[in-house]
């Protein structure tokens, strides 16, 4: 699995808030996949899976606060959250074709980056970037990468990221 806070040491409030922004992506693929209810998977995430290792990687214990503060924003904001995602998409690109799991990359970093994220920019954007390239080897970390650097930097939402058609 990528490093995902370089330049931080084990044990500190950076690496409880990169293991919640991972975790977090994975508790909204499983909304998404198994239909689970946010209450559930928030109740599931914060009693058996912040504190635990992943693939036999240990992983900092994930602040809990953090990540359903990154879970319930996500679910608040859906709507405008997609939309912000569908507008830097090409023309012939929507949400809905994306993976389940770049979907969720690209809605919690959007979230972030939009509504709540008190990191800078480029962390949000390269943490979110190196959770797609764990776990994808294709041209999904790039594309990840360029529409959360976009949507960091403000652009205009009729701005279509360019190259996204790899993703066929």
Known sequence: MADLEPDSKPGNDRD????????AVQALYQMDIAKTPLENIIKEFV?????????????????????????????ENQTPIDRQIDD?????WHLAR???????ILRCG??????GGDAPTGVLVSQYTDIAHAFF????????????DRVGKGA???????GTQTLE
């Open 16 to 23: 409880a808030r990169a293991a919640a922004r991972l975790l």
């Open 47 to 75: 009693s058996h899976r912040l504190d635990v290792s992943m693939d036999g990687v240990d992983m900092p214990e994930g602040d809990a606060a953090y990540f359903e503060k990154i879970l319930r924003g996500v679910v």
């Open 88 to 92: 830097c998409l090409s023309k012939n």
């Open 98 to 104: 994306l993976d389940s799991t770049l979907r969720a």
């Open 110 to 115: 959007v979230f972030e980056l939009t509504y």
């Open 137 to 148: 080897d294709g041209p999904e970390g790039g594309m990840a990468n360029a529409l959360l």
């Open 156 to 162: 205009a939402p009729d701005a279509n990221l360019s």
